[in-house]
C-alpha cells in the first residue's frame, strides 16, 4: 500500500511524506509517530510538527511509490491541498 502524509507546517522544503508498507499500515504509521522509520518523519517528530495520514492507495506497490515520488509534487495528490487529482 502506498500512502501520503501532511505535515501541519513545512519542515525546510517539505510538506508531505509518500510512503509504501507492504503490511499492516496502522503499524507503520505508529512507527512514524514513535520516531522510527522514515527519517523526514523522525525529524518532523523532533521539531514537533504534527502530520496526518491523508490519502491511501491500498493496490499500490513500490512501483507506483516511485512513479508517484518521481512527479515531485506530492500536494498535488493531497486533498488537504485542495488540488486533488
Known amino acids: 500500500m502506498v ?4 505535515f501541519e507546517r513545512k519542515l525546510h ?3 508531505h511524506y509518500l510512503g509504501f508498507v507492504q503490511g499492516d499500515l496502522s503499524q507503520r504509521l505508529a512507527l512514524h509517530l514513535s520516531g522510527h522509520g522514515a527519517k523526514l ?3 518532523c517528530k523532533e521539531k514537533g510538527i504534527g502530520w496526518h495520514l491523508v ?3 491500498p493496490g499500490g506497490d513500490r ?3 516511485r512513479k508517484l515520488k518521481n512527479r515531485k509534487k506530492a500536494r498535488l495528490l493531497c486533498p488537504w491541498c ?3 487529482l
Open 55 to 57: 490519502r491511501a492507495w
Open 41 to 43: 518523519l523522525k525529524a
Open 63 to 65: 512501483h507506483f511509490e
Open 3 to 6: 500512502y501520503l502524509i501532511h
Open 13 to 15: 522544503h517539505a510538506q
Open 82 to 84: 485542495g488540488l486533488v
